[in-house]
């Protein structure tokens, strides 16, 4: 189990990254990359996430070759997928 607070965290998808997310093909990825954001409701710091530089609550989690960017608010129970994008080769 990661770090922070555990408990039942909102999900707030920017539309920006929606769009990024429905463009995956195959079908196959999308599906896991959406399984990744699912588990943020429970756990919004896992093992795997990294903590960007500069932010105290900005992280990011990669799912294959695509990386998730977010932001936890623990005030508000809210997980906000901020964008969504490869990851550098």
Do not use: W
Not at 9 to 19: C, D
Not at 22 to 41: N, W
Not at 64 to 84: H, K, P
């Amino acid at each position: 189990m990661g770090c922070g607070a555990v408990g039942d965290y909102r999900i707030v998808l920017k539309s920006f990254a929606a769009s990024r997310i429905e463009a995956v093909d195959p079908r196959a990825a999308r599906s896991r990359i959406r399984g990744k954001i699912a588990a943020l409701v429970d756990e919004p710091r896992p093992r795997a996430a990294e903590q960007l530089p500069g932010y105290a609550n900005r992280f990011r989690v990669r799912v294959g070759r695509f990386r998730i960017l977010y932001q936890v608010d623990d005030s508000r129970n809210e997980v906000t997928i901020v964008s969504f994008e490869h990851s550098p080769p």
